[in-house]
């Protein structure tokens, strides 16, 4: 038993140089057009009110450690807003234009992440206040915002959206991919908060050299499962046709023969075929 | 998740009602038309595994703050049930989240699936579709009743004070339903998936402030805050003795319902037929809404809590006293299956006790306490941990909690000295410290020594620098006296239990250096029970009782039987109880002085009052 994944040679293979060129600009209006920017802005406002309200209610009670549970609060809008963005009400459609199938993804997410940087910049600039003003109420030296590590577990969350949301439109459930992928990051960094491997460290200021390590620790892990999750939805959004196909070499290669000629390429049936 | 096959439930259930009576006869059939698309969509929600993981969460968290840990006594080892049962509709958050995103779904899946038109060509009506969708609140309401039940089960298995209150379980339900009805309506004007999710992290994020009672950031004002689904008052419910409970107010099973037909009137509002009907019970459901919110927001009533004020105070006033194998247990009547748990511990006592007038001992149950906190008292600001200024009732209380452990006359009707217990009792691997605690309150009763402290004010100057001042209330300390020793044998004996808690109470490492007017004295300090100071005998009255263990029990009875009374003098030494028993008499090691000091900016050490040789 042999495994074989096939790709059709694509259209665009027949199109040359020039029309590529202004075939993409096309694309990028189009795709930025087609792009589902509202649950996105609606993902990063909500986020940015949730930094806000971290912000007015900074001081008397909130503490450091609660603003990291804030922010990181904060970003769950976000991710949810990015397990949108990969959805395309008119695949079917989108299939058939003469462009590499992780062309539109790669371009909706190349747009999506000048916003989610906008929105991140914004939030850690509005945490950081918060953060000085909780330590000037604690009596407590000042700290920075550990952005990077934070903007390292944003990132990771955002990616494991994107890969569960590509990895569920090659599925019968791609009208609900957007909600499960958001749903199911969200339940990942619950269940990850519970799980005794300190991926959220809490203290932000005053740290002892043990809790740096475990930052940056942590940070790692996070940006090496934001690399894995990226890996994974980029993958899955390389071809959503492609399918792993059981090639019964001893007892199906007469009927192979009878169907093709000497190993010539079979596409699926639901797949695009040869230009 | 509810997008499955879409189209089954409308056209099965036409197919079905127009197979037997044909469509000329639909109208007629709307009703079942309904009720087939209701409990088709009602059975997907049950499956929806987000009602699902909704449910799967409530139960851990039911679990989480329920169960009973062995931690130390006096932590509290047992459940009210007047705050368990608002705890329990607390945790069926998670589920109305998981209610409100599948209700979500299952209203806009008509569009999501781009059916919208298919649909219009069906005989059923839109509105008898959302009707549907309403009715299918069912499914997740039937979990949550089968949750609610499994709850109390549980709970009631473990060691639980008093009766849930099946009007605030109902409370529940009413919780799934909002979420569930919310849901359609989302559904039915914004049908984004994205909406459910942003409306459900918001309302998460709100009620995760409200149900936490200690670190919440936010802090409302009064009844504010029950103007949002559901608040977990914990703070002010596990320190009331259920006589009087607050919270939550009656008034907000009204908010909810007409939340719920708010929410209901939105969903059916685009595809009403009669949009007057609908309009009129909006208004109906806004007049409730509105009235129940006004209602809540005056908060608790002076007049309730002068009542929970007085059930504190005047103990007496609302106790129950049951007299078991001759002693009287007063308690609050929630705290009646305790009785004989404390029963066991005082009759330990009493057994070995020679020619002991049981009739003369009055158990107590007192109220220490403190729930004059937010939001029963109000918060100083909105971010502010601390209540504002106290009441005059609160003044009060905390008073009278304060004498309980000074004046032995405080309360008419008790023992004298008192013994009081209170809500605290152990369970499991802390029931040996709970009735050691009761064993010693009751073995001072029988020995004469004294149950209550003296109150001093000290202004102390620490050696290096800086003062420390404040109130203490100091227990005497039996120096060399016969009866200490007595008094820790009768309550190590009390029961097994007890005898394994005290093995541990009177370890080496439990010696303390106590300065007894220009002395210092080695020390062991045995809590009693509730407010009671306890016993702080010598480490050589402590020794002794250990010795006394050993023996037989009936030769250290007949022993202290001979001369009981002059054994219970201050006059009767240790050293005579131990020449009397023919055992030698253990040694008082020397006790060096522990007076806190400071060096440098930092002070080491807490600074205790020197107390008295009890007369």
Known sequence: MRLTAERPVAAHVAADTNHRRCAKAALTGHVARLTPWGPLLAGCLAGIGVTLALRIFAGQSESAAALGVGVRASFLPLTAGVAFLLHDPARQLTGALPARAWLTPAMRAGLALLVLCGSCTLQFAVAAGALAVDLRAAGQPSAGLPWLALAGELAAWCAVALALAAGLERTRWQNLAGVIAAMGAMAMVGALARAPFHLFSATIADMTRAQQQQWTLAWQLWVAAGIAAGCAAAWAVGDPWRRARVQIVRHVQPILGRAGTNGATQTDQRGRGPA | ?615
Request: proline share 7%; charged share 10%.
């Open chain 2, 1 to 615: 998740m509810t997008g499955g096959s879409a189209l089954n439930a409308p056209s099965r259930a036409v197919g079905d009602a127009s197979a037997g009576r044909g469509l000329a006869n639909l109208r007629g059939t709307g009703r079942s038309v309904l009720m087939l698309a209701g409990w088709r969509e009602a059975r997907w929600l049950m499956r929806s595994p987000l009602v699902l993981g909704g449910l799967a969460v409530s139960v851990w968290l039911v679990w989480l703050n329920n169960r009973i840990r062995p931690g130390d006594f006096p932590e509290p080892a047992t459940i009210f049930w007047w705050a368990a049962d608002v705890n329990v509709v607390a945790c069926l958050l998670p589920t109305t989240g998981g209610a409100l995103l599948a209700a979500q779904l299952a209203a806009g899946r008509s569009r999501r699936d781009g059916m919208e038109h298919l649909y219009r060509t069906y005989p059923a009506s839109a509105a008898t579709r959302s009707g549907a969708h309403l009715l299918s609140l069912a499914g997740p309401l039937i979990l949550a009743v089968v949750f609610i039940v499994a709850a109390v089960a549980w709970v009631a298995a473990q060691p639980a004070i008093g009766q849930p209150r099946w009007w605030v379980l109902a409370a529940g339900l009413l919780l799934v339903a909002l979420g569930g009805v919310l849901g359609t309506a989302l559904g039915s004007w914004l049908r984004h998936p994205m909406t459910g999710i942003l409306v459900a992290l918001a309302l998460g994020l709100i009620e995760i402030d409200l149900v936490l009672t200690y670190s919440n950031p936010i802090h409302l004002a009064g009844g504010i805050e029950w103007l949002f689904p559901w608040v977990d008052t914990a703070g002010v419910l596990t320190a009331l003795p259920g006589l009087t409970v607050p919270y939550p107010p009656p008034a907000h099973l009204a908010e909810l319902a007409g939340l719920i037909a708010l929410a209901g009137v939105a969903a059916l509002w685009p595809v009403a037929a009669s949009r007057r009907a609908v309009a009129t019970i909006a208004v109906a459901a806004l007049a409730i809404t509105g009235w129940s919110g006004w209602d809540q927001v005056q908060g608790v009533s002076t007049k309730t809590q002068a009542a929970m004020a007085s059930q504190v105070i005047l103990p007496g006033s609302v106790q129950r006293c049951q007299l078991i194998d001759g002693v009287r247990y007063c308690y609050y009547p929630a705290f009646a299956p305790l009785a004989r748990q404390w029963a066991d511990a005082v009759d330990g006592v009493l057994a070995r006790v020679p020619g002991a007038a049981r009739t003369a001992l009055t158990v107590r149950q007192v109220w220490d306490g403190n729930f004059f906190v937010p939001p029963l008292l109000a918060p100083t600001g909105l971010t502010s941990n601390g209540g504002g200024a106290p009441s005059k009732l609160a003044t009060t209380v905390s008073n009278f909690q304060g004498a309980l452990s000074k004046d032995p006359r405080l309360i008419i009707g008790s023992s004298m000295p008192p013994v009081y217990t209170d809500a605290n009792w152990g369970t499991g691997s802390t029931l040996g410290a709970a009735q050691l605690a009761l064993a010693i309150s009751a073995a001072e009763w029988a020995t004469g020594l004294p149950t209550t402290g003296r109150a001093v004010s000290y202004n102390y100057a620490i050696p290096g620098g800086g003062s420390t001042s404040g109130t203490a209330v100091l227990a005497c300390v039996p120096v060399g006296q016969a009866r200490a020793a007595i008094a820790a044998w009768l309550a190590a004996g009390a029961t097994p239990a007890a005898r394994s808690a005290f093995v541990s109470s009177a370890a080496p490492g439990a010696v303390v250096s106590t300065q007894v007017g220009r002395d210092w004295v080695a020390t062991v300090q045995l809590a009693g029970s509730g407010p009671s100071v306890g016993l702080n005998a010598t480490v050589q009255a402590v020794a002794l009782a250990r010795r006394m263990l050993r023996l037989p029990a009936r030769q250290v009875e007949s022993v202290l039987a001979r001369r009981w009374e002059s054994w219970l003098r201050p006059a009767a030494t240790t050293a005579e109880l131990a020449s009397a028993l023919a055992v030698p008499l253990p040694r008082q090691p020397v006790a060096r002085p522990s007076l806190p000091y400071t060096r440098g900016s930092a002070t080491y050490g807490i600074y205790t009052p020197p107390t008295q040789t009890c007369g």
